[in-house]
């Protein structure tokens, strides 16, 4: 997401980045190409006027004059705007008073309101050490209902359901007495769309409203559709007074445009944001992380975030050992490897880390998915003998390996060869840092 925005903005304030005196025209240009790429990426014509003028004002006042470097504090007022645009401080999800905390979901078709129960459920068990209840409240398709319900077999969750006969009103109302009497702390439920805003959807979501007082109502939004989810936004927000704002895709090749206008012009958060059709791709949204995302300073808090969730300590620990042992195996190496796989597709990792667009530019930081996968292939290819001992390698177990990866035999050896390196140098680090602690220990 917001690749053009971004490359853009990134390379209207390398221009004024370094400069050690900034004037007022040099502000005038970076506002009117800044305006441009707004524009560009969908954002709402009254929002991206507001902003600039903002930017203009702080940018021309003292608060930059007076700075010994100008140029970066100009970027700093473009981004401390941006933030504040997308809702400044990030915003966390209500907890009731009495549980259950209700969460009702709500949008259009397509939206991801299904799939983001899931998700929502998923996050908060884990971050939140929380044990949701999902709540079928879709009638109108029955295909609805299972797609919820296999999404709870995944999450090994409850999913609340009285078939398509029911009124998704007593369906609410029903579950929410069955999740205090087992003991949920979230009650999630999932609503019907249509494809665009009508009055019966408005209805019945207002009295699922009524009987439930919901402590969050999201509203979600497909961040691909731009300034109509804006719209989308307002009139939903109009009718229920959602109190925040679900914006999913954003994993696509969206230009941003939603994400940048929807606060400023409904008022309400955007609380998370939806990476990936899978159970565990879903953000808290952190308009400042954000906000440094798009102008390319790299959002390294993010990025250990997520090293931690998907990196067991564990693990870790037994790895390391396992080197200082010399005995780690292709077994280890392929366990590594699915870690850091977890973690989410690279280039999206490499995003996160500042200076993006510039290392993107360099051939040889490019990251070839295809060749990491043909790396797995060979390993899973290999017996288990193989993997732990791969000196037992005769050219005939090469053939065979290559031929269940669908790769080549110079492939095979490539691989070998790395790997072998790969353990010397692990025995030469392990050795010179005992060597190390010997010698500190003789003085
Ligand atoms: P609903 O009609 O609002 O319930 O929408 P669904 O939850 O059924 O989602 C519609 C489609 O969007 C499904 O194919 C989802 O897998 C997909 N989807 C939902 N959220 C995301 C997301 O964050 N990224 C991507 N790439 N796809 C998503
Ligand atoms: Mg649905």
Redesign the pocket.
Same mark, same amino acid.
């Given at each position: 997401a917001f690749e053009g925005l971004a490359d853009r903005l990134q390379k209207t304030i390398q221009k004024v980045k370094g400069k050690g005196k900034v004037t007022e025209a040099d502000v005038k240009e970076m506002t009117r190409e800044v305006r441009l790429a707004l524009l560009e990426a969908d954002v709402n014509f009254k929002v991206v006027k507001d902003f600039i003028k903002r930017v203009k004002e702080r940018a021309i006042g003292q608060e930059v004059m007076d700075s010994l470097t100008p140029g970066q504090q100009v970027i700093k007022v473009v981004k401390e705007e941006l933030s504040d645009l997308m809702g400044g401080e990030q915003s966390k999800i209500a907890v009731a008073n009495k549980p259950p905390t209700v969460i009702m979901m709500v949008?259009?078709?397509?939206?991801?309101?299904?799939?983001?129960t899931g998700k929502l459920a998923n996050l908060l068990r884990k971050k939140n050490n929380r044990n949701p209840m999902l709540v079928a409240a879709?009638v109108y398709r029955p295909a609805?209902i299972n797609?919820l319900e296999t999404l709870g077999k995944q999450l090994d969750m409850p999913v609340f359901s009285l078939g398509t006969e029911a009124n998704p009103v007593d369906i609410a109302k029903q579950a929410i007495d069955k999740a205090k009497e087992e003991h949920h702390d979230y009650v999630i439920i999932?609503t019907a769309?249509r494809l665009h805003v009508d009055e019966q959807l408005m209805d019945e979501l207002q009295n699922i409203k009524e009987v439930t007082t919901p402590d969050e109502i999201f509203l979600?939004v497909d961040s691909m559709t731009g300034q109509d989810a804006v719209n989308v936004a307002e009139s939903f927000d109009e009718q229920l007074d959602i109190s925040g704002v679900v914006l999913?895709?954003?994993?696509?090749d969206t230009r941003g445009g939603a994400a940048i206008s929807i606060k400023a012009v409904t008022g309400k958060p955007i609380k998370y944001a939806?990476?990936? *059709?899978k159970l565990d *791709?879903l953000e808290a949204f952190h308009p400042e992380r954000m906000a440094s995302r798009i102008l390319g300073m790299g959002d390294v808090l993010s990025l250990i975030e997520k090293a931690q969730d998907n990196v067991d300590e564990k693990q870790a620990k037994e790895l390391e050992e396992k080197m200082r042992s010399a005995s780690f195996t292709f077994e280890d190496f392929l366990e590594q490897m699915q870690q850091v796989k977890n973690m989410g597709p690279l280039d999206e990792l490499i995003n996160m880390m500042p200076g993006a667009n510039k290392m993107k530019g360099m051939k040889n930081l490019q990251v070839d998915e295809k060749q990491i996968s043909h790396v797995e292939a060979i390993i899973q290819s290999m017996t288990k003998k193989e993997r732990i001992d791969p000196g037992i390698m005769n050219a005939s177990r090469k053939r065979r390996i290559a031929k269940g990866s669908g790769t080549s035999v110079s492939e095979v050896n490539r691989l070998l060869k790395q790997f072998d390196e790969m353990k010397k140098m692990m025995k030469q680090m392990t050795n010179t840092s005992k060597k190390g602690k010997k010698k500190k220990g003789l003085m």
């Open positions: 949008g259009l078709q397509g939206a991801g309101k299904t799939t983001t879709d609805a797609q999932d769309g979600v999913t895709k954003l994993d696509g939806g990476m990936g *059709e *791709e």
